[in-house]
């Protein structure tokens, strides 16, 4: 391999032994790589497409970690890159390998959206997570009767078993808030969310009780937008910002909407939202003051 090429970096090797993020991260970092050494050997996507017998769109999606990698299209790739070197190319292919394997959401599938699957593997991976929720009380901090309120809801023809398929799912996500190495959530909710009595009373009741117990937590801030302020610096839907501490990943802006979600990396687009999550937490209750809100609304609610 050339020395000017990035990927005689043997750190890349560490990708190969995460324990979280899964095959999302891995598709992401290896079509970073592979773009890279594209770009060094003056390379077209025109050329990269030809080689694998595919189209440049084809190539646009694998460097941006849009889809798993075959290890054919992968070697035929670097011996076009002039990567000769044996250990190099060992370490790109079992990479390439690992894109294919289904994520730990793979036993949700039945109830899970494919537009939905990327965001669960950044989740996973991240290492601080903003949201800003408008409507409903974030995902990773639901309780299982408020997520069921939230999944009949949404799918209002859903069977029971698709139902709790989903509540499965909800929880199983949030057991990435209690490891070792748990991601940093920074989450805002709007005082609709709370004052919204989905599921009922008793299910809001528990809600709230359970917001407090996690916003003790030394890795949750937690603040809450009252109604007091009027119009916010992000009026529309809800936002989710994902940090990584991988050099390879972005940050990366994520919207959900209803039926599809859009995800955002480009510096200007990450820099405005950011900037949109800092106005909203400068104008949101203080932690200290979120959390006495929530306790008066537990007392209330007896």
């Not at 190539?59 to 035929?76: F, P, T, Y």
């Amino acid at each position: 391999m050339s020395a000017a090429q990035p990927s005689s970096d043997p750190s890349l090797r560490r990708y190969l032994d995460r324990p979280r993020g899964g095959p999302t991260v891995l598709r992401i970092v290896l079509g970073t790589q592979l773009r890279r050494l594209r770009e060094a050997a003056g390379i077209t996507r025109e050329a990269a497409g030809d080689a694998i017998r595919a189209s440049h769109a084809k190539i646009s999606r694998l460097e941006l970690g849009r889809v798993s990698c075959k290890e054919r299209d992968v070697a035929d790739l670097l011996t076009l890159y002039d990567v000769t070197d044996s250990t190099a190319r060992a370490t790109f292919l079992a990479l390439a390998r690992r894109t294919g394997k289904p994520g730990w959401w793979h036993q949700f599938s039945d109830v899970l959206p494919s537009w939905f699957e990327t965001h669960l593997g950044l989740e996973s991976a991240a290492s601080v997570i903003r949201t800003y929720e408008v409507q409903f009380v974030p995902g990773l901090l639901q309780t299982p009767e408020y997520a069921r309120a939230v999944a009949r809801l949404g799918n209002p023809g859903a069977t029971p078993e698709e139902t709790e398929q989903r509540v499965g799912l909800r929880m199983e996500r949030q057991r990435l808030l209690t490891l070792t190495d748990a991601p940093r959530l920074w989450a805002i909710i709007d005082e609709a969310c709370l004052r919204r009595p989905l599921g009922g009373p008793e299910v809001m009741a528990s809600q709230v009780r359970h917001l407090l117990e996690m916003a003790r937590l030394p890795n949750i801030t937690l603040q809450v937008a009252p109604f007091t302020l009027g119009g916010l610096a992000a009026a529309g839907g809800p936002i989710t910002i994902l940090r990584f501490l991988e050099p390879d990943l972005p940050d990366i802006v994520y919207l959900e909407q209803l039926t599809s979600a859009l995800y955002l990396d480009k510096r200007d687009d990450v820099d405005h939202y950011l900037a949109v999550m800092d106005r909203l937490s400068a104008q949101a209750e203080s932690p200290r003051n979120s959390l006495a809100m929530l306790e008066r609304m537990a007392e209330q609610a007896g």
